[in-house]
């Protein structure tokens, strides 16, 4: 069984950074990859960046590129996202998602992934 736990979150000023971490647990080799989502009140929740658990491939939005990073470390089975230069829009509940099925669906929305964790909250005021 995926169990994912995220931390990190909390309330910053604009231009600020954060690093969320996911770890997890009950990964195994069918997990292709590790995804992070953010959902602001009223909003659809939107996919930030994806990790391939075997290449390390990285797949970011539009939106965050150059601002975010996503990275992991498999000894510790944790996934990180650095965000910089936080801007108030960035603002909303973080989560870390995990992926069974091809790099195809990892780049896709939320239904593509299977797993899912509690959320941390990132408030980015201006």
């Known amino acids: 069984q995926v169990q994912l736990v995220e931390s990190g979150g909390g309330s910053v000023q604009a231009g600020g950074t954060l690093r969320l971490s996911c770890a997890a647990s009950?990964?195994?080799?069918?997990?292709?990859?590790t995804g992070w989502f953010r959902q602001a009140p009223g909003k659809e929740r939107e996919r930030v960046a994806s990790?391939?658990?075997?290449?390390?491939?990285?797949n970011y939005r539009a939106s965050v590129k150059g601002r975010f990073t996503i990275s992991q470390d498999t000894a510790k089975n944790t996934v990180y996202l650095q965000m910089n230069s936080l801007k108030p829009e960035d603002t909303g509940m973080y989560y870390c998602?995990?992926?069974?099925?091809?790099?195809?669906?990892?780049?896709?929305?939320?239904?593509?992934?299977?797993?899912w964790g509690q959320g941390t909250q990132v408030t980015v005021s201006s």
């Open positions: 998602a995990a992926g069974r099925r091809s790099w195809w669906y990892c780049v896709g929305g939320a239904a593509d992934f299977e797993y």
């Open positions: 009950g990964y195994s080799d069918s997990t292709v990859c």
């Open positions: 990790i391939s658990t075997t290449s390390s491939t990285t």
